[in-house]
């Protein structure tokens, strides 16, 4: 494990600026290190750039300068969403040069230990509920990574008997070298980010790199409905304790639901009274809380909360006090989010939906009557596996962003005729007002307007965040 302070008096390059490459860089800084800052974008639209000039630190924007990257760089710390095809990686890696992201910083800095979470879908609602419960069990989290608080900030903020809860992104993980979380989470794996990772076995590979370092000392939680967690289980390569979780079979080990939930996702889930269930390695079963007493309804919520369960027991939770946050904890922004009814309508804001899982298990979530506004940036995915769930549970469709055309094809395929199509006007948030109120010309009283767009924000928004704060506006002032 490096020492962030064995920095000192060498160059040490961030790449992009934001929160993180923000608090790298103070870091760094602070330890005596030769810092300089780079980020594409130009001067007047980097604000963070005045702070770190007036600490003395190095700031270049508006390109990356062919002297940025030499072989007396001791260190670069790129932000996540930079690609490894950029120039000043791709210069860096040529040297043969450590290129790590806040992670692994992070980490190197923390006297606390982490809880690492990863997964296509369910990442943030897992991360805050497991903050949750630990705060109930006066374990002293501090929820920090991929929501919220940079990494960075919060293990200078850290303590010994503290624990790090860090929701983490493929982006984040790859750029890792000896980043060992003591409770390692894996939710769920589905085609995304392949516009990033050279195919879905580089994406794979950068979740499996959350248990790379584990020992036996360690806790690999995974879900056994998953068919890459369940292959990473049986390939015999994870040395951590593994923990698994399932909603839809009863485990000899692990944390489970008591009678399971049906594998078809077609078939109703019905009135029966189901169980949360830990079965402990010796045997023993203990039932933890009946499944409708959760907090958040919806199959996928019940896996979340068997997730946060098996990270909370994994570090040393009584399951007792875990039980006032299970059934009070009622969701995050951009998830599932109720915002307003307007004329009898409903509108729901799923912006974090970037990929096509997510708005299935959103449009799974209602029992139907669904205009859905949906779109944005193409990552070449066909969609074509809506089409069932369009078919049964959606009225209508608004679609926006690089996709529209390709999801009013498939709404099209699925049999919709109220399809439209919104094409960009002066800006994003214009467009998107734009979308909300042809949604809600199509609405009628009794049916809900669900945005949960199946591709991630960056063709119109900055963020997820963004385009979800633009929708509500709309929705507000409709």
Known sequence: MNDPKSYKDRQVVVLGLARSGVSVAKLFHKLGALVTVNDQQERHLCPEADELDALGVSVICGGHPDSLITKDTALVVKNPGIPYTAAPVKRAMELGLDVVTEVEVAYWLSPAPIIGITGSNGKTTTTTWIGELLDSAQLRPIVAGNIG????????????????????????LKGTQSFRPRVALLLNIAETHLDYHDGIEDYIASKEKLFANQTEEDTAVLNADDPVCRELMDKGTIRAKILPFSTTQELSQGIFISPPFPTDLTEPDGEVLRQIVWKKQDGVTQTIMPVNELGLPGRHNAANALAAIAACIAAGADPKSLLQPLRDFNGVEDRLEFVCERKGVKYYNDSKATNSVATIIALR???????????????????????????????????????????AAVARLAGLSAVKIVEPVEDAEATLHLAVREAASIAEPGDIVLLSPACASWDMFKSYEQRGRIFKQSAHTL
């Not at 608080?149 to 850290?158: I, K, R, Y």
């Not at 969609?383 to 999801?407: A, C, N, S, W, Y």
């Open 365 to 407: 979530s209602f029992p139907g009557r669904i205009v859905l506004i949906a779109g944005g940036r193409d990552r070449g995915l066909d969609f074509m596996e809506l089409v069932p769930h369009m078919r049964d549970q959606v009225k209508g469709i608004v679609t926006i962003g690089e996709t529209r055309e390709k999801l």
């Open 149 to 172: 608080t940079p990494l960075c900030e919060a293990a200078q903020t850290a303590e010994p008997g503290d624990w790090i809860v860090a929701e983490l992104s493929s982006f984040q």
